[in-house]
């Protein structure tokens, strides 16, 4: 299914009640899989959250989890930790095409029984599950925070607990808080200190816990940059969201401040409110290491601004559903845009036009589509595969109509 963005605006306050953080949710259907009493609330309706769902409560013995990499790297620690368990777990071709070496060598170094059925160091993978009792790991530390999340997750179910070594600079520190207190809320002993993780053995929970997930802080970032795009005075209130979060994300609030864009905590609400027309004397320098899901929205609001920006922190951009540093590329030069990209960083030159009706490719990538469609707040566009958002944000196209967005296929 291809979208018509048509030209349009907002309306001037809308209401907006957006589903559960898919980071949270995928982290607390792990943990609910190893201790049962835990209850969750505003569980996220992603395809991701779901094919989380699938795996952890049905009996097959392949799992196919698509394009969800959180899923294969989370269900790979789960899989290897369940003694007498044999599953096979595949998904996409780009999903065979995304490295989970450095987990599986983690695993393997703590016991576990691990093959690649296809090509070494991807999907598909084979395990055959046993109790782990080795205790202590190391991994370099920029890689990609869901290998260290897939492991602390499943370490309190370890016979003695784990000991985690991280090597150099960590990468996405935010995510690897959000696991360890999401640990500490069903009572999981932690500690992180000089790049050092333990956790402590927990058996079993003596008492039911619910916990409620928040809203998720990435979906928020595509209307910050709706915003950012709109007059002065537009507002638009997003729930459920917490002033203390645990999601890195939560930085949107600050980093759009830069575009004139207020947040108001309220009643687990907040307001986002276009208060200023900002007149940029330089462009927008941001290190994202800490929060790099959301550079897509930074750079494509940065070229509907007429503004450059220079992103870094950006490396594990290269191995998600497609690489994003390459798409983002592609898909503004085609507007019109001139970008220069390196492994880790994208540098953008202010565009002195915005040619209209571009049809943007997706890659398979729900961010690349709900990246781009504010830029019809400034030009009509095409969204090619716009269901593609379905993986983490089922209702957004539904969302932006009630904004105000004209929409056709």
Same mark, same amino acid.
């Not at 001037?12 to 190893?34: D, V």
């Not at 290998?147 to 996405?172: C, D, F, M, R």
């Given at each position: 299914?291809?979208?018509?963005?048509?030209?349009?605006?907002?309306?001037?306050?809308?209401?907006?009640? $957006? =589903?559960?953080?898919?980071?949270?949710?995928?982290? *607390?259907?792990?943990?609910?899989? @190893?201790?049962? /009493?835990?209850? &969750? %609330?505003?569980?996220?309706?992603?395809?991701?959250?779901?094919?989380?769902?699938?795996?952890?409560?049905?009996?097959?013995?392949?799992?196919?989890?698509?394009?969800?990499?959180?899923?294969?790297?989370?269900?790979?620690?789960?899989?290897?930790?369940?003694?007498?368990?044999?599953?096979?777990?595949?998904?996409?071709?780009?999903?065979?095409?995304?490295?989970?070496?450095?987990?599986?060598?983690?695993?393997?170094?703590?016991?576990?029984?691990?093959?690649?059925?296809?090509?070494?160091?991807?999907?598909?993978?084979?395990?055959?599950?046993?109790?782990?009792?080795?205790?202590?790991?190391?991994?370099?530390?920029?890689?990609?925070?869901?290998? $260290? =999340?897939?492991?602390?997750?499943?370490?309190?179910? *370890?016979?003695?607990?784990?000991? @985690?070594?991280? /090597?150099?600079? &960590? %990468?996405?520190?935010?995510?690897?808080?959000?696991?360890?207190?999401?640990?500490?809320?069903?009572?999981?002993?932690?500690?992180?200190?000089?790049?050092?993780?333990?956790?402590?053995?927990?058996?079993?929970?003596?008492?039911?816990?619910?916990?409620?997930?928040?809203?998720?802080?990435?979906?928020?970032?595509?209307?910050?940059?709706?915003?950012?795009?709109?007059?002065?005075?537009?507002?638009?209130?997003?729930?459920?969201?917490?002033?203390?979060?645990?999601?890195?994300?939560?930085?949107?609030?600050?980093?759009?401040?830069?575009?004139?864009?207020?947040?108001?905590?309220?009643?687990?609400?907040?307001?986002?409110?276009?208060?200023?027309?900002?007149?940029?004397?330089?462009?927008?320098?941001?290190? *994202?290491?800490?929060?790099?899901?959301?550079?897509?929205?930074?750079?494509? %609001?940065?070229?509907?601004?007429?503004?450059?920006?220079?992103?870094?922190?950006?490396?594990?951009?290269?191995?998600?559903?497609?690489?994003?540093?390459?798409?983002?590329?592609?898909?503004?030069?085609?507007?019109?845009?001139?970008?220069?990209?390196?492994?880790?960083?994208?540098?953008?030159?202010?565009?002195?036009?915005?040619?209209?009706?571009?049809?943007?490719?997706?890659?398979?990538?729900?961010?690349?589509?709900?990246?781009?469609?504010?830029?019809?707040?400034?030009?009509?566009?095409?969204?090619?595969?716009?269901?593609?958002?379905?993986?983490?944000?089922?209702?957004?196209?539904?969302?932006?109509?009630?904004?105000?967005?004209?929409?056709?296929?």
């Amino acid at each position: 299914m291809h979208l018509k963005l048509h030209h349009a605006q907002v309306n001037k306050a809308s209401k907006i009640t $957006i =589903s559960g953080s898919k980071s949270e949710s995928n982290r *607390l259907l792990l943990l609910q899989a @190893l201790y049962p /009493k835990i209850k &969750i %609330t505003n569980l996220s309706n992603s395809d991701d959250s779901q094919v989380m769902q699938n795996a952890l409560s049905g009996q097959a013995n392949v799992i196919d989890i698509h394009h969800a990499g959180t899923a294969m790297r989370f269900l790979t620690a789960y899989f290897a930790t369940q003694p007498q368990k044999e599953v096979v777990l595949t998904g996409s071709e780009r999903m065979k095409e995304r490295p989970i070496k450095i987990l599986v060598d983690a695993l393997k170094s703590l016991g576990a029984h691990i093959t690649y059925l296809e090509n070494e160091g991807c999907p598909p993978l084979k395990i055959l599950g046993k109790e782990l009792v080795k205790d202590k790991v190391t991994l370099n530390a920029n890689v990609s925070s869901q290998y $260290i =999340s897939a492991l602390l997750l499943v370490a309190p179910k *370890l016979k003695n607990g784990l000991e @985690l070594t991280l /090597k150099g600079e &960590i %990468t996405s520190v935010p995510y690897i808080k959000m696991t360890l207190s999401l640990l500490e809320q069903i009572g999981v002993k932690t500690t992180f200190k000089d790049n050092i993780i333990t956790i402590s053995p927990k058996p079993s929970l003596d008492n039911e816990i619910d916990i409620v997930v928040e809203s998720d802080w990435s979906s928020a970032s595509y209307f910050y940059s709706i915003l950012a795009l709109s007059p002065v005075g537009t507002k638009i209130t997003l729930a459920s969201y917490n002033a203390n979060s645990l999601q890195g994300d939560s930085v949107l609030a600050t980093i759009y401040e830069q575009f004139g864009v207020q947040t108001q905590f309220k009643s687990h609400t907040i307001t986002l409110e276009k208060t200023a027309e900002v007149m940029f004397k330089k462009g927008i320098e941001l290190n *994202l290491v800490n929060c790099p899901d959301i550079a897509q929205t930074i750079a494509v %609001t940065c070229f509907g601004l007429g503004v450059s920006c220079e992103l870094t922190g950006l490396h594990t951009l290269r191995i998600k559903e497609t690489d994003r540093l390459q798409a983002l590329k592609n898909e503004l030069e085609k507007l019109g845009g001139e970008l220069t990209i390196t492994n880790e960083s994208l540098t953008l030159q202010p565009s002195k036009e915005m040619r209209p009706n571009t049809a943007i490719e997706t890659y398979n990538d729900h961010r690349m589509a709900m990246a781009f469609a504010p830029l019809a707040l400034k030009t009509a566009l095409v969204i090619k595969d716009a269901a593609v958002v379905t993986k983490s944000y089922k209702a957004f196209w539904d969302d932006l109509k009630q904004l105000g967005f004209k929409v056709s296929q």
